[in-house]
């Protein structure tokens, strides 16, 4: 970071669009995201589309703390678009950053927040290609909030959606679920527990392209993020018009966030993931996906969890450990940690 | 995970339940009902339905599932006055996740805090303490809900925040005694339980000692049971050796933490800190004699109902309530005139359809579509 | 209210105020430990026992010997009967 901004906090100034925010943005955004696009300090970014369909989606990030075990804001924000875009089997290319900061905010932390997106763009192969940048009062916004949009092209043939799961299709997970939202509960002080977990922040459109190298029978793709694994498999479920089964003893959780759990009276499959997806893929095909998965960083603890069945339509259950049925229904709200 | 996966190995389940069908076909009550037994505990009901037990028990066997989640049962004039000490300005409000949803005469604590109140959840009563110390500015209240098993907790913090000066905290004290509820049941016409599953982590504290009149004076079986499925059908299966023996009897399957004398230290802090209330008010069973306590007069400066000047109010259940009747096993969750119609787990009437857990919410969730998944 | 969970004592941190970490599968938290203090359990004789935990408190020690018999009478649950049965298929 340019040395003078050590110790120097945002300030009305930096979004006024003088030369407080042009060095800004040229400091530290210009020069962090280091591509030609954005380097033409243009209004726009302009380039040429391979042809195919388009994906093109938006996240905005409010996470609070900024930083936690495993990722922190910059990371989610970019990580979050590029898996969206992946989930339609689309590969992502150009990413926008739109900023809105709290006067106060220590520059420091925001250079290493956009360090961070920088480093995960490039993990993820995409360009940040433009921006904005706003700054508000003290009060108004808590430090920083990110909005991110994200194109890409979906390869011609590939067709996933969340209603093409079909009865006797296999249900994946690229590995063990709940960490991010281990994570952010012993994040939270209030409940003053402390694990060996970190977030599994990470960005699957790798895993997505290894994937569709072994299979065109790819029904859905889903990334498993707030309402956990759970709530992706009844949105599945509901848009498909299909039942789905899902085996207890199949469902992966590290040991550390089973016992904040267990602690916390909380389901890991209702936790959120920052990095986990569900994949739900034609029986004949799920073996050699499978193994392709476990090849992959992101998908070496990848399992089947369960299947698309006959049965009542919408409906997720769980065939617990001991043989019965439990219907695993849509969060109402948040999870809560309980004591009863 | 020690002392919890033993206890919910699939195998052992399997010859359990086996031995629990053929005690089920060796049982004739006098009136031509399923055997029915009660798990007083709302944790019980947790995981019996966490592992679907209740689907695995012969035909001829019922759980009817008793009111002690304290959640469930808490009025909704209790809510309305967390609510009103949660609306000062100068107050932060601390409370379990569990009392957040429920539903007072109007809104919930989950609403007033979306419109701004400042209401944090706590895990422990002495995380609530921490905020007291580091708010000297503010009235900190803590909202102590539970039975015995939660009371050393609350009563020690009260003690913790006298001994170390802090005389900004305040509990609102909800507590409830699980004896007078267990009576109130047995005592209740058409009541039809057979034998009760005892709440495992009450007995902790309180002992087996205290069920003895269930068996003496009302010939029931009790058996204090833990939370595990392995416990909770190892005492289904204790139960069940009982009535076929025609005995009634308390006993202890929960041993490994439970001793029958109870926890002298964790009963000290509660005789130091509570006394009994008069009587309490129990969403859908309506007022119960001595089953509730409140701060006693040493520690008066701590008690919120002081502070805060808040009085007993009444708020009647709407007459359409039938949870007593369900919880007493008289009616199924379905029987009740408004289960499902005006009463849902989106707009609850009554306290069965309050928690996620509840019978009338579990039934509202599970019920038609488990058949189905089952067949 | 029940929500509990074994954990297992591994340093007294504050003798004064009674505070003890715990830990349970790799999650760790403090946790007051006043209500397993007494005759049979003096504060340093805790350390590496399982205890009970419950909204922040140390409710009661397990007991070990208990706990193993109760798996033993689990075991032994059907298994006269399991013997019965095969003897009469046997003998079929």
């Given amino acids: 970071m340019n040395k003078k901004y050590k110790d120097k906090k945002i300030t009305m100034a930096h979004g006024s669009g003088g030369k407080a925010s042009s060095d800004l943005i040229s400091d530290i955004f210009v020069n962090t995201f280091n591509n030609d696009y954005l380097a033409t300090m243009e209004d726009q970014a302009r380039f040429d589309m391979q042809s195919g369909q388009l994906a093109l989606t938006t996240d905005s990030y409010v996470v609070s703390p900024l930083f936690f075990k495993g990722g922190d804001i910059g990371k989610l924000a970019i990580t979050g678009t590029v898996n969206d875009l992946a989930m339609s089997g689309a590969k992502p290319l150009y990413l926008t950053c739109g900023l809105i900061l709290e006067e106060g905010l220590p520059i420091s932390t925001l250079d290493e927040i956009i360090k961070s997106m920088q480093k995960t763009a490039e993990e993820a192969g995409v360009k940040v290609v433009c921006g904005d940048t706003k700054v508000v009062e003290k009060g108004s916004a808590d430090q920083i909030f990110i909005n991110t949009a994200g194109v890409g092209v979906i390869p011609q043939g590939v067709e996933i959606h969340s209603y093409s799961a079909q009865a006797g299709d296999k249900i994946i997970v690229n590995g063990f679920i709940g960490d991010h939202g281990a994570t952010i509960m012993q994040s939270r002080a209030e409940l ?80 959120a993931n920052e990095g986990t997806l569900v994949c739900v893929v034609a029986a004949e095909d799920a073996d050699s996906v499978l193994q392709a998965m476990q090849q992959t960083k992101e998908g070496e603890n990848a399992c089947i969890i369960g299947e698309v069945t006959d049965g009542p339509e919408g409906i997720v259950a769980l065939n617990t450990l001991f043989g019965g049925n439990k219907i695993l229904d849509k969060l109402i709200g948040d999870q809560l940690p309980r004591i009863c | 995970m020690k002392y919890v996966d033993e206890f919910r190995d699939p195998k052992q389940a399997k010859k359990i339940l086996k031995e629990i069908d053929k005690l089920c076909s060796e049982i004739t009550l006098a009136e031509d009902r399923p055997i029915q037994i009660m798990e007083v505990c709302g944790g019980h009901t947790h995981s019996i339905f966490r592992y679907g037990l209740n689907q695995l028990l012969p035909d001829n066997l019922e759980f009817v599932h008793g009111p002690g989640c304290p959640v469930c049962v808490l009025p909704r004039s209790v809510v309305d006055n967390c609510i009103r000490i949660a609306k000062h300005e100068d107050v932060i409000f601390t409370t379990f996740g569990d009392a957040m949803r429920v539903p007072g005469s109007d809104i919930s604590l989950l609403d007033l805090k979306a419109n701004g109140s400042d209401i944090r959840m706590v895990y422990s009563p002495l995380d609530a303490l921490a905020i007291a110390q580091k708010n000297p500015n503010k009235r900190v209240v803590f909202f102590g809900l539970g039975f015995e098993t939660t009371m050393p907790s609350t009563a020690l913090s009260v003690m913790q925040a006298q001994k170390q000066g802090v005389d900004n905290f305040y509990l609102f004290c909800n507590h409830i005694t699980i004896i007078p509820t267990i009576k109130a049941v047995l005592d209740s016409p058409g009541m039809r339980i057979d034998g009760f599953l005892g709440p495992g982590h009450v007995s902790l504290i309180i002992g087996t000692q205290p069920y003895k009149f269930i068996a003496d004076d009302y010939h029931k079986p009790l058996v204090a049971a833990g939370f595990e499925p392995l416990d909770i059908l190892q005492s289904v299966w204790m139960i069940l050796k009982q009535l076929k023996n025609g005995e009634a009897k308390i006993e202890n399957q929960y041993s490994r933490l439970v001793h029958d004398e109870g926890n002298a230290s964790a009963l000290s802090p509660i005789q130091e800190v509570f006394e009994l209330r008069e009587f309490f008010e129990w969403r859908g069973l309506g007022s119960i004699n001595h089953s509730g306590v409140k701060i006693n007069a040493k520690y008066s400066q701590y008690d919120a109902e002081i502070e805060f000047k808040l009085k007993e109010v009444t708020v009647t259940d709407p007459d359409v309530c039938q949870c007593g009747e369900v919880l007493k096993g008289v009616l199924k969750p379905w029987q009740c005139k408004v289960f499902g119609k005006e009463c849902t787990p989106e707009k609850p009437l009554g306290a069965l359809m309050v928690s996620t857990e509840g019978a009338c919410s579990a039934h509202y969730s599970y019920g038609n579509n488990i058949d189905l998944i089952n067949k | 209210m029940c929500l509990g969970v074994p954990a297992q004592i591994k340093e007294i941190i504050d003798i004064d105020n009674q505070i003890a970490l715990v830990d349970l599968s790799g999650v760790s938290r403090e946790v007051n430990i006043a209500c397993v203090i007494d005759g049979a359990h003096q504060i340093d004789g805790l350390i590496d026992k399982w205890v009970l935990v419950h909204v922040g408190f140390a409710l009661s020690v397990v007991d070990e010997e208990e706990a193993h018999k109760t798996l033993q009478i689990l075991d032994e649950i059907g298994e006269l009967s399991a013997t019965m049965e095969d003897l009469d298929l046997g003998s079929k």
């Fill in chain 1, 192 to 271: 003053a527990i402390s694990a060996d977990i970190d977030s599994d922040c990470q960005v699957l459109n790798h895993l997505v392209e290894a994937i569709l190298s072994v299979s065109n029978n790819i029904h859905s793709l889903r990334d498993a993020t707030r309402g956990g694994v759970a709530t992706v498999l009844n949105e599945i479920a509901n848009d498909s018009k299909v039942c789905i089964n899902i085996k207890e003893d199949s469902v992966p959780v590290r040991v550390p966030t089973r016992g904040v759990c267990e602690i916390l009276g909380l389901d890991p499959l209702y936790l």
